[in-house]
């Protein structure tokens, strides 16, 4: 499954995704950028990636629509990277990857950064439902194919 | 930032996730057992991954503790991985990609599956909210740092 098949030919919206954003670079320039940044500098401290290869994934995201680009000051030389609208849509699968560590890979009293609201409380935790709000289990769900997609929206 | 470094020595909960599971084999072996495949010989046609990456994934989803394994017949020699409870939490992660991808990376008519409850009903959106269920944005969110964690609840 090259880049190139799985993005062309398969109907899973996951597999699209994972195709484009299935990469932990990818994944940490993401969550930096929900934490306020927007420099190149920035993101190369946070996340410690060689630089060629931050260069190759902020094109891809440009690409993709999920940043943009403009001056970091007013005749500035630094281009800033932000979130488009499509970017901050990622918010969720970001707060899902969250709440999973949050819950699994941390000891009773290591220090871990919490997201919380204006009010500094944490984020309701991220439950799968119904139309009706009612929890739904792996084993009430299933995949159906063959589906008409309402189309890109971005 | 390799990966013993990310793993060991950072309180971000999405670093630890994506560290664990910010590959694309690892996210699409997950995305099919939650369509109820547990076979190797079936993980390894879906996702059309090497014989050798997959089982190296599939000792580190065991090892992780997401899937367990047990013979998939009694008295049989062939082995099957379940999603364990650890494992089956994951449902937000896989359906934030899956909703992510349905909303921004298919156009309009295209074929796609979708996942639907047991009264053929699309899941509801997955919205990040605060605990009264109102609906935040990025901009109303920050993250802090050195909170004590809660523990491994695993």
Chains 1, 2 share one sequence.
Not at 3 to 22: I, N, S
Not at 49 to 58: F, H, I, Q
Not at 118 to 131: K, N, S
């Amino acid at each position: 499954m090259t880049h190139e098949e799985t993005f062309v030919t398969t109907t899973c919206p996951v597999a699209r995704t994972v195709d484009l954003l299935g990469d932990r670079w990818m994944l940490m320039i993401i969550r930096d950028a929900f934490d306020g940044m927007s420099r190149f500098s920035d993101f190369q401290k946070s996340t410690g990636v060689a630089k060629n290869v931050l260069a190759a994934r902020l094109k891809m995201l440009l690409e993709a629509g999920i940043f943009s680009q403009a001056p970091a000051n007013e005749g500035g030389a630094y281009k800033a990277y932000h979130l488009t609208e499509k970017g901050k849509s990622l918010l969720p699968l970001i707060v899902s990857l969250r709440q999973w560590g949050e819950e699994h890979l941390f000891q009773e009293g290591e220090s871990v950064s919490r997201l919380v609201d204006a009010a500094h409380q944490p984020v309701a935790r991220l439950r799968v439902t119904d139309r009706n709000g009612n929890v739904l289990t792996p084993e009430q769900l299933q995949r159906i194919s063959g589906i008409s997609s309402y189309g890109d929206k971005s």
